[in-house]
């Protein structure tokens, strides 16, 4: 059974830190690779996809892919209290169509 | 762009009343749809996968005959759940996969929030 782990949390992190978000797969052939954030009573909005290995930076979020490792990571540059929010690692099967969601870590940044 | 709307955003039925979702992309079209639900500080969980003009995929342990997707358009997917009861009080959050262009990324809607008394 395909598996998507994160660390639920919480991580709190200070206003203007870095914030690093992490995630392992099971599946060795998965090749996309997304991360989403989710504020509460809200739906995913979809931050960032990472399909090679190595990192991928927009603004202030770098995702970092490790394909050897099966680990794909967030990191969240100067940190805001409205980063607040659980962030979801998706990992789409190679051959299918379907995303796998990992349970979400929900990251606090505190003023 | 890539915006997924959902209709109606909440909505209170009486136990054993049906209740029907919709979900649309507004500005692309979309020939996957996915249907998940959430539960209250749970994950995201798939329920079903529906292509255009096709029968949808459910995921194992979701009941076909109660939860009946349609995806009859490019830009428009249905979810309607029969003789609903409070255990299917839930989150319902669809999203869509372009046909073109991003076609590896997911874009959700806002979410239905269903509360069966």
């Known amino acids: 059974q395909k598996e998507v782990e994160q660390n639920s949390g919480p991580l709190s992190v200070p206003e203007g830190a870095i914030a690093s978000l992490n995630c392992t797969y099971s599946?060795?052939?998965?090749?996309?690779f997304f991360w989403y954030r989710q504020y509460s009573g809200k739906s995913p909005e979809l931050i960032m996809s990472i399909y090679s290995n190595g990192d991928k930076e927009d603004g202030r979020f770098t995702a970092q892919l490790n394909k050897a490792s099966q680990y794909v990571s967030l990191l969240i540059r100067d940190s805001q209290p409205s980063d607040s929010a659980t962030y979801l690692c998706a990992v789409r099967e190679n051959y299918g169509q379907n995303f796998v969601f990992g349970p979400g870590t929900r990251l606090s940044v505190l003023p | 762009g890539a915006v997924v709307s959902q209709h109606p955003s909440w909505v209170i039925c009486k136990s054993g009343t049906s209740v029907k979702i919709e979900c649309r992309s507004l500005?692309?079209?979309?020939?996957?749809m996915f249907w998940y639900r959430q539960f209250p500080k749970q994950s995201l969980m798939l329920m079903a996968t529906s292509n255009e003009g096709s029968k949808a995929t459910y995921e194992q342990g979701v009941e076909k005959d109660k939860f009946l997707i349609n995806h009859a358009s490019l830009t428009l997917s249905t979810l309607t759940v029969t003789s609903a009861h409070p255990e299917d009080s839930s989150f319902y959050i669809c999203s869509a996969q372009p046909g073109t262009g991003r076609v590896d990324e997911q874009y959700f809607g806002p979410g239905t929030r269903l509360t069966v008394t």
């Open positions: 500005d692309f079209q979309a020939t996957t």
């Open positions: 599946d060795r052939v998965s090749q996309s």
